[in-house]
């Protein structure tokens, strides 16, 4: 259990870095937005895909 919450904090560290940046995550090609009026509606598609798989990847080198 310890290795995978440092494992899991050091990607949200990284993760935080790469934003603090630049890098535009969370708003990737194929993230929908919707806005009408003052409302606005976010899917973000890709991102939750991109997630996923490294967080799946990640997951997989500390089972082993």
């Known amino acids: 259990m ?4 440092v494992v899991a904090g050091l990607i949200i560290t990284g ?3 790469l ?3 630049g890098l535009p995550f969370g708003r990737l090609p194929g993230d929908v937005i919707i806005r009408r009026g003052s409302f606005t509606l976010y899917v ?3 991102t939750s ?7 799946t990847l990640v997951l997989l080198l500390v089972r082993r």
């Open 19 to 21: 934003v603090m940046i």
């Open 15 to 17: 993760l935080g870095l």
């Open 49 to 55: 895909v991109v997630i996923s798989l490294l967080l």
């Open 2 to 5: 310890g290795k995978l919450l």
């Open 44 to 46: 973000p598609i890709v």
